[in-house]
């Protein structure tokens, strides 16, 4: 019987490279064969074993896949469909995309946008559709191009290198947050107009009630620096909140809500109604433009999994990260 290579949690602790055979294979109606995966925060934390993301052992990592349709035993899908999984308990409940084969439910796929190859779809992955998730928030709640500035924390990150270059692409005025000065051409070239050093933000949460400098801001971070980000929102602002990078408290008063009328819609890309998650992939596949996707992307090999998965949580990596499955599994 054909082995498979996978990076597997089976117990609390780091994940380790296991052979896996169809047996092995979750539940499910539809199985894929993985092209791609991606890596974000959530895949640091679990590979690493810094972070109890699985629920349950043995737990394949990965939360992102794009491949095609081996078998089906649903009438939705059939052998040959180009498809994509984010979320949906991948790597915490349900085994996940660091393997080369994967058995899943039918209803968690969507169908990869037509013009979009499966590399790209997973250097936007959970990340960009979190992103693109967060700007229709933005806009669900009347903030519009040429209203003002908008705030990107964690600018250099997954999240926010594709919520900078989307809403650069629909014509807002971005104002990136980011620690790393030397990302700051990298951010211009998404499309950033100007920047702010973290430092600014984080660190202890200042009066609740700051100067008002940003119509709207996605929060990649929590913490302090979400509360100062409130805090400096104009009166009927909004903020989209969607990480934990920087804790999971949020030290602030009720005042930026009852004074000004800030809204703080929280953003969960995870268990996404299919029919939100496809329309905003539809709308990454037209409004994310190709060059500044591929500006923020690198691609890395399945065997690079460990040390990439460090690289994220000590916050050495620049955008997307997209793994090679199908082309470098078979070298480890």
């Given at each position: 019987m054909e082995q498979?290579?996978?990076?597997?949690?089976?117990?609390?602790?780091?994940?380790?490279?296991t052979r896996l055979t169809d047996t092995d294979l979750p539940d499910g109606d539809v199985t894929?064969?993985?092209?791609?995966?991606?890596?974000?925060?959530?895949?640091?934390?679990?590979?690493?074993?810094?972070?109890?993301?699985?629920?349950?052992?043995?737990?394949?990592?990965?939360?992102?896949?794009?491949?095609?349709?081996?078998?089906?035993?649903?009438?939705?899908?059939?052998?040959?469909?180009?498809?994509?999984?984010?979320?949906?308990?991948?790597?915490?409940?349900?085994?996940?995309?660091?393997?080369t084969r994967q058995r899943v439910r039918s209803e968690w796929l969507v169908r990869r946008p037509e013009g979009l190859d499966a590399a790209r779809a997973m250097a936007i992955g959970t990340a960009g559709l979190t992103a693109m998730l967060c700007v229709q928030e933005l806009e669900?709640?009347?903030?519009?191009?040429?209203?003002?500035?908008?705030?990107?924390?964690?600018?250099?990150?997954?999240?926010?290198?594709v919520a900078v270059a989307v809403l650069?692409?629909?014509?807002?005025?971005?104002?990136?947050?980011?620690?790393?000065?030397?990302?700051h051409?990298?951010?211009t070239g998404l499309g950033a107009r100007s920047f702010l050093d973290r430092a600014e933000l984080g660190g202890e949460p200042g009066r609740p009630l700051q100067t008002e400098q940003w119509v709207g801001a996605i929060d990649t971070v929590g913490s302090s620096t979400l509360a100062n980000v409130l805090s400096r929102t104009?009166?009927?602002?909004?903020?989209?909140?969607?990480?934990?990078?920087?804790g999971n408290d949020l030290p602030t008063t009720v005042l930026p809500f009852i004074l000004r009328g800030v809204k703080l819609i929280g953003v969960d890309s995870v268990m996404c109604p299919t029919d939100v998650?496809?329309?905003?992939?539809?709308?990454?596949?037209?409004?994310?433009?190709?060059?500044?996707?591929?500006?923020?992307?690198?691609?890395?090999?399945?065997?690079?999994?460990?040390?990439?998965?460090?690289?994220i949580l000590a916050g050495r990596t620049r955008g997307r990260v997209v793994i090679d499955i199908a082309g470098t599994a078979g070298d480890v």
């Open positions: 498979y290579p996978a990076y597997v949690v089976t117990e609390p602790g780091p994940a380790a490279l894929v064969d993985i092209a791609y995966s991606s890596l974000n925060f959530k895949d640091g934390l679990s590979v690493t074993g810094k972070g109890r993301i699985a629920r349950r052992f043995p737990m394949t990592a990965g939360i992102d896949l794009a491949g095609t349709v081996a078998r089906s035993e649903s009438p939705d899908w059939a052998p040959g469909d180009d498809v994509i999984l984010t979320g949906w308990g991948l790597s915490e409940t349900h085994p996940g995309a660091y393997t669900n709640h009347g903030v519009r191009p040429g209203d003002g500035d908008v705030l990107v924390t964690g600018a250099a990150g997954g999240v926010g290198s650069a692409q629909l014509g807002y005025d971005v104002v990136a947050s980011t620690g790393r000065p030397e990302e051409d990298h951010l104009a009166y009927r602002g909004t903020v989209a909140a969607c990480g934990l990078a920087g998650r496809t329309r905003a992939w539809q709308r990454l596949a037209t409004d994310l433009p190709v060059d500044k996707l591929d500006a923020l992307t690198t691609t890395r090999g399945f065997g690079e999994i460990p040390q990439l998965a460090e690289d």
